[in-house]
């Protein structure tokens, strides 16, 4: 919706909806250009609401016909105001019958019902059931749908809605009809519909309670070879689910339908999970290993939402994470027991973290900072960030951590005892938490309600006569916009003593043995602890497995770093020993960049890349997790005026060091790691492709020619897609000579699969070498389009946002293209727009002079008249 002035949603003013839905009945007679919704609901007034207006909301549709009670209504009967329809004075019960128009082949915003390589599609999170027809278009709306579908047969074979099958067959005039019904209760934005020529593989397979369900992966003609993955992801979801939480599926089918047009990853509407086909489609020949990883994660995700979104939902938007959060958090979890190893665990959990601080810790320090459960804002879809899902998600694991495994199973089987078929708040999965575990959790409350990242500062002392350590604790978190002060939050703190010989010490406090890890909880301002019984001083081990999503303080010296890096038995804060040795020494180099001063890499960094490399003892998944750098857009976090130029010259000024001093170990280690036979993408060949390829990085960036001979030669030789795009980028980003042939060569090759064809363009966009005028020219591209997401995302997403040193040049070029790009976007789909527009977010923290160009690109886009809500809050909010 497109607004002189946007409204502000506060979460205090909410109030229940005036009247309740108990069913809804819509019949499609579908048309790419003008589709007719009928639409029958019968409704009741709520007892919880004093107000007696009906209010349905409709975005972008045309209202034909409204009777309620079987009387047409005129214009002086209903009110339309804007979006919103109100009907006054309406009796107890109600039928309503309201038919609409709607031009799905226009609805370039990919919200309500829209087409797709001629097929229709659904897309109604958050608010685009209102794009349909005129509805109670809120989540606490909860009612059971039928659903008629029409349409042409020839040119829409398969049609598909939530639920199961009830009725299907001919009409007189060349179409024919499907009736869906959905036994449960669901929220209008779990409404989906399908209507398209499409193909399926389909499998039989029976439940722990001995039904059968029928699963179907719905795909275009020609993208049958590469849904096996999916299909087995699917399965393994709805295994783990009935045996880690003894949740099962309740319906007799359930469906996925991969579409190439989606705003988002994929959405879990019940029974009829629609996916961006990136999730979907995956064979060695076009997916990487990432890939087939998200496609095991994201299929996993939309399964569990079917309890943790659809049993059990919103009362309200502002309470997003209550199903996002945790089924994140419950994705996670999947993720981790498929691997199936404590180290290939650990290397999923320093995934998280890399994300947590990548992107979720700069939100949480920027202009759109919001606690995970928002008390306000202008446009729902501008809350679908990395606050609500990973943060939230950490807050989930945080009552793990302090319950257990067991007292979180007793958490969420009380949660769904009390609550299936509701739509809740927050609390009341805080409450059954505590409650089923017999716990005060009020204090962890403040997660949900305070914004910004902790920042825990750590002391230690030890008492050589005592034989003691005391380990100080302080929390303070910094102020975010609407929220200077902030209340101590109840942070679970894992710790570990390491003794000088790299082992354990076993913990003991008041008396009371503790293991080698155990987990303090801090809820004061500053808590001290005390350890006894401990021979030696011990080097700290604080965080472990990254307890809480905080920003820890301790004064590490290098020797403390490089002890943890070598013998810590967490695989995380081992890792994070690295990172911070890693980070040092990035800064440094930065800083003498910007003053002109020549670069020097110490020999002990070296050495303990070196050390780990050459461990065979640790996995090689967490040896390329270990040796990858902090990224160029980490490190701006960490300098208080960033110069993108100079972040980037140290960087690679270490990349080529490390490819250099370490080349026979980078070569032996490129050679230990091949995977020969048929490609598998099982976790140990996952981690040994990882590891060689991070060499073969290294080695390309060096200064000798023979790391890019190694590149162009796997590249030729590749039989998978990991090793081809891995070899592919490494010439892209050493600035090979060899780079454009093997790029038309690529792009040769996989003109039709679309997927491969983002890969490209994302390559180039992110490479150092790809200015802003070689960005316009790939937009002249025949293949590129902005109307599709996915490739908005690859080339100009990836340029705006992950090719820092060239989208900064000093001109502002790169700021004007973005002002550009996104009122082009906007136009076109406001929730992408509002996406390419949170590049901006942290432009204060840059020197002055690129600040002004910043400044002035964001307000070009904030002065524009006709602006959405989505992006105009995400601008308004970064210039004030």
Same mark, same amino acid.
């Given at each position: ?46 007892? /919880? ?104 047969? @020839? ?17 007189? $005039? ?17 409404? &989906? ?88 489609? /995956? ?20 399964? !569990? ?40 665990? &650990? ?27 928002? #008390? ?21 694991? =945080? ?27 927050? $609390? ?16 962890? @409350? ?92 011990? +080097?700290?081990?604080?965080?472990? $497995? ?58 002990? !960094? ?22 990858? *750098?902090?990224? @160029? ?98 010439? +892209? ?12 060569? !690529? ?27 070689? +960005?316009? @020219?790939? =937009? ?21 946002? /992950? ?7 000093? #001109? ?10 996104? =009122?082009?976007?906007?136009? *076109? ?27 002035? /690109? ?23």
């Amino acid at each position: 919706m497109r607004t002189d002035t946007p409204l502000t949603i506060y979460r205090k003013d909410y109030t229940a909806p005036s009247y309740l839905v108990d069913t809804v009945e819509l019949g499609f007679d579908l048309d790419p250009a003008r589709t007719i919704v009928a639409n029958r609901l019968t409704m009741r007034r709520n007892p /919880a609401s004093a107000q007696r207006e009906i209010e349905l909301y409709g975005e972008d549709i045309e209202l034909v016909a409204l009777r309620l009670n079987g009387k047409a209504l005129g214009k002086r009967e209903y009110r339309l105001d804007g979006n919103l329809l109100r009907i006054p004075n309406a009796p107890e019960e109600v039928t309503l019958e309201i038919e609409t128009l709607c031009a799905p082949e226009k609805n370039t915003a990919l919200s309500g019902l829209y087409v797709s390589n001629g097929n229709f599609i659904t897309q109604c999170e958050a608010e685009g059931f209102r794009r349909i027809t005129f509805f109670p278009d809120r989540p606490d709306v909860m009612a059971k749908y039928t659903v008629m579908l029409r349409a042409d047969k @020839e040119r829409y074979p398969v049609l598909l809605s939530n639920g199961n099958l009830v009725d299907e067959g001919m009409l007189p $005039d060349g179409r024919h009809y499907a009736k869906w019904e959905d036994p449960f209760l669901k929220p209008s934005y779990l409404f &989906a519909l399908v209507a398209a020529k499409l193909v399926c593989q389909e499998e039989k397979f029976k439940l722990a309670d001995g039904r059968e369900a029928l699963l179907q992966v719905w795909v275009e003609e020609g993208n049958l070879d590469k849904t096996d993955y999916a299909m087995q992801s699917l399965k393994k979801s709805i295994r783990w689910d009935e045996e880690r939480f003894g949740l099962e599926l309740d319906l007799d089918r359930f469906m996925i339908v991969a579409t190439g047009d989606f705003n988002m990853g994929a959405m879990e509407n019940k029974g009829l999970n629609i996916f961006n086909t990136k999730y979907v489609l /995956a064979n060695p020949r076009v997916a990487t290993d990432i890939d087939f990883q998200g496609i095991e994660a994201v299929v996993g995700h939309e399964y !569990f939402h079917n309890w943790t979104g659809n049993r059990v939902t919103c009362r309200d938007w502002f309470q997003l994470s209550l199903k996002e959060g945790l089924t994140v958090f419950r994705d996670q979890e999947f993720s981790g027991d498929m691997i199936g190893t404590s180290t290939g665990r &650990a290397v999923n959990r320093i995934d998280q973290v890399r994300t947590l601080r990548a992107a979720q810790f700069p939100e949480d320090a920027g202009p759109m900072a919001h606690p995970v459960r928002p #008390d306000s804002f202008v446009e729902i879809n501008n809350f679908y960030t990395v606050t609500v899902y990973e943060k939230g998600a950490e807050v989930v694991r =945080m009552y793990q951590t302090l319950l257990g495994r067991e007292g979180f199973r007793k958490g969420m089987d009380l949660y769904f005892e009390r609550h299936d078929g509701q739509a809740v708040e927050c $609390d009341d999965f805080r409450r059954a938490m505590a409650d089923a575990n017999d716990r005060n959790l009020d204090q962890f @409350e403040r997660w949900y309600s305070q914004a910004g990242t902790p920042v825990v500062r750590a002391q230690m002392r030890y008492d050589e006569q005592q034989h003691a350590v005391e380990l100080t604790l302080s929390q303070s978190c910094p102020a975010t916009p609407g929220q200077p002060e902030k209340l101590p939050f109840h942070i679970p703190v894992a710790v570990g003593l390491v003794g000088r010989d790299g082992r354990d010490i076993p913990l003991v406090i008041d008396d009371q043995e503790r293991g080698t890890t155990t987990v303090l909880e801090l809820t004061g301002a500053e808590q001290t602890f005390r350890f006894t019984s401990v021979p030696q001083q011990p +080097v700290p081990s604080i965080l472990r $497995d990254f307890s809480a999503p905080v920003v820890l303080e301790y004064d590490y010296s290098d020797e403390d770093l490089l002890h943890l890096f070598s013998h810590d038995s967490d695989p995380v804060n081992r890792w994070e020993a690295g990172q911070r040795l890693a980070m040092e020494r990035l800064l440094r180099l930065t800083e003498d960049v910007t003053a002109g001063s020549r670069l020097q890499l110490d020999d002990t !960094f070296i050495e303990a890349m070196r050390k780990v490399l050459t461990d065979e003892s640790l996995g090689p998944a967490f040896r390329e997790q270990a040796l990858l *750098l902090p990224t @160029e857009s980490m490190i701006a976090e960490q300098t208080d005026v960033v110069h993108p130029l100079s972040i980037h010259m140290a960087r690679q000024f270490v990349r080529s060091s490390i490819g250099n001093r370490l080349r026979a170990e980078l070569l032996a280690a490129y050679d230990a790691n091949q995977t020969p036979g048929q490609y598998s993408p099982d976790a140990e060949s996952i981690g040994k492709r990882a590891l060689k390829n991070l060499a073969l990085g290294y080695l390309a960036a060096a200064s000798d020619d023979e790391g890019i001979a190694l590149a162009e030669r796997q590249f030729d030789e590749a039989d998978n897609m990991t090793d081809r795009a891995a070899a592919l980028g490494a010439l +892209v980003h050493a600035r090979a000579p060899a780079a454009q042939r093997a790029l038309q060569g !690529f792009y040769d090759e996989f003109e039709k699969e679309a997927l491969v064809v983002d890969k490209w363009f994302a390559m180039q966009a992110s490479s150092p070498s790809t200015d802003v005028a070689a +960005v316009r @020219e790939l =937009m002249k591209h025949p293949a590129f389009t902005m109307k599709n997401p996915n490739r908005a995302r690859s080339l100009v997403f990836n340029f705006c946002m /992950a090719n820092p040193v060239q989208f900064h040049v000093p #001109d502002g070029s790169g700021y004007a293209f973005w002002a550009e790009q996104v =009122m082009a976007l906007d136009a *076109l789909n406001p929730q992408v727009a509002a996406r390419l527009a949170r590049a901006m977010d942290r432009w204060r923290r840059y020197a002055p002079a690129l600040q002004a160009h910043m400044k002035q /690109a964001l307000k070009q886009v904030n002065g524009l008249k006709k602006l959405s809500n989505d992006v105009r809050e995400v601008v308004s909010k970064a210039l004030a």
